[in-house]
């Protein structure tokens, strides 16, 4: 039961970065998939979450209207489509599988990637 990030990087500010999440061993039909970041020296926060009951998004507000969260049942792979980045988005981005969405927030999880980091640089 493992899951997988990948895809972070340099980009500059105002660039795009897609993030994936893969599954493997475990098929991600029955979880509830979230996105959060750390970046130095603040608290890990929840970005966005999506429900696998009925696909439900939810952002947090510093987020909401720039990232989009989808997710690829056939591949079991979960996805972060970032536009619109800012020097404040750098951080470790990590995928969690739990259940339930509060918010913006995946709870009660049962499995956590390794993180990718994302640098927003001039």
């Known amino acids: 039961v493992q899951l997988q990030a990948s895809g972070g990087g340099l980009v500059q500010p105002g660039g795009s970065l897609r993030l994936s999440c893969a599954a493997s061993?475990?098929?991600?039909?029955?979880?509830?998939i979230g996105w959060f970041r750390q970046a130095p020296g603040k608290e890990r926060e929840g970005v966005a979450c999506i429900s696998s009951q009925d696909g439900s998004t939810y952002y947090s507000d510093s987020v909401k209207g720039r990232f989009t969260i989808s997710i690829d049942n056939f591949e079991d792979t979960v996805y972060l489509q970032m536009n619109s980045l800012k020097p404040e988005d750098t951080a470790v981005y990590y995928c969690?599988?739990?259940?339930?969405?509060?918010?913006?927030?995946?709870?009660?999880?049962?499995?956590w990637g390794q993180g990718t980091l994302v640098t927003v640089s001039s």
């Open positions: 969690a599988t739990g259940v339930g969405c509060v918010r913006n927030t995946v709870i009660r999880t049962t499995a």
């Open positions: 061993g475990f098929n991600l039909d029955y979880y509830d």
